[in-house]
């Protein structure tokens, strides 16, 4: 059985077979060695592209600033109460600090919103909803306390009317004793409500697009009946560890009812080496999973 040594430069998708499967993503458990906050950043956050339009007009760059191509990630409060839902409200901001409220669905939504804590629990993905003003209302679930990070995902529009796609994000906190859990090691399975999922591909290289496969199988069989999850048969997005930098893998593909997977194949492009968390999700029989894995990037 191969070991998993979260070591930058070996390869991590060499074709090997894993058999075992791993997944402890809950928070507070054990004690909080090697982890590292928000304020661990060797990384500069200036390999983003504000405004520049990715694969499909998607937004791209690394996520890290409140601000970019003149819009601004604006939330009411940066504090969340811990274990209870809760209300994030925010708005985008454009010119003038006036409100905006013309978005273009990207992936069948107008807003993607998402939150992580610094030690990469806690993901939630959120599609809120706009009044009016521009006020978006993200219906939080219950969150631990800790620092973390939240991301808006959107597309608007410039002043002449070209696309402008954006992912902006600022902290937040949940205010009480954080128990910080330790980063699980990289893998290339996880496991989530019987599903075994596992990766392929090649090495992955900071800043380069690579093709990764993710094989979905539930008691050693393919499946073969995932469900459309906004317009694609699972949703893959990726959180650097330390700084908290985002990225979305795009899905090669389009949907065809019912019938997704067993393999499913995404453009990855990776800013930043060095530990990434993906959250995977993917829909069978109307129920919604979310697996995570750790991989490494060279
Ligand atoms: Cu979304």
């Given amino acids: 059985m191969q070991k998993f040594m979260r070591s930058r430069r070996r390869a991590l998708f060499a074709g090997m077979t894993v058999v075992t499967g ?3 993503a809950a928070c507070g458990s054990a004690s909080s060695s090697g982890m590292s906050g928000m304020d661990h950043s060797a990384t500069p956050a200036s390999s983003s592209m504000p405004g520049m339009p990715g694969m499909d007009d998607m937004p791209t760059g690394d996520g890290l600033s409140a601000e970019s191509a003149g819009f601004r990630f604006a939330p009411a409060g940066t504090t969340v109460p811990a274990g209870q839902a809760a209300s994030f409200q925010f708005r985008i901001t454009g010119t003038g ?5 013309a978005f273009e669905p990207d992936q069948t939504k107008l807003m993607h919103f998402y939150l992580i804590r610094s030690d990469l629990t806690g993901f939630q993905h959120i599609h809120p909803t706009m009044a009016g003003d521009g006020t978006w209302t993200a219906p939080l679930a219950a969150a631990e306390p800790g620092s973390y990070r939240a991301y ?6 410039d002043a002449t009317g070209k696309a402008v796609p954006l992912v902006l994000s600022r902290p ?3 205010p009480g004793t954080a128990a910080a859990a330790p980063l699980p090691a990289a893998s290339t399975t996880t496991q989530v409500d019987g599903y075994t999922l596992t990766l392929a591909g090649d090495r992955l290289m900071a800043g380069m697009s690579h093709e990764l496969t993710v094989t979905v199988s539930q008691n050693g069989k393919p499946v073969t009946d995932l469900q459309p999850y906004l317009d694609t ?3 893959l997005t990726a959180f650097h560890e330390g700084d908290l930098a985002f990225a979305h893998l795009h899905p090669h593909g389009t949907v065809n009812g ?6 499913l194949t995404f453009e990855a492009m990776l800013p930043q080496p060095g530990p990434w ?4 999700q993917f829909r069978t029989g109307g129920v919604l999973h979310t697996a995570a894995v750790t991989i490494t990037v060279g």
């Fill in 97 to 101: 600090g006036k409100p905006v409220t």
């Fill in 258 to 263: 019912d019938h997704g997977g067993p393999a």
């Fill in 152 to 157: 808006a995902s959107f597309i608007t529009k």
């Fill in 233 to 235: 048969y699972a949703h």
């Fill in 172 to 174: 937040v906190t949940v």
């Fill in 277 to 280: 968390r993906l959250f995977l």
């Fill in 22 to 24: 791993l997944l402890a």
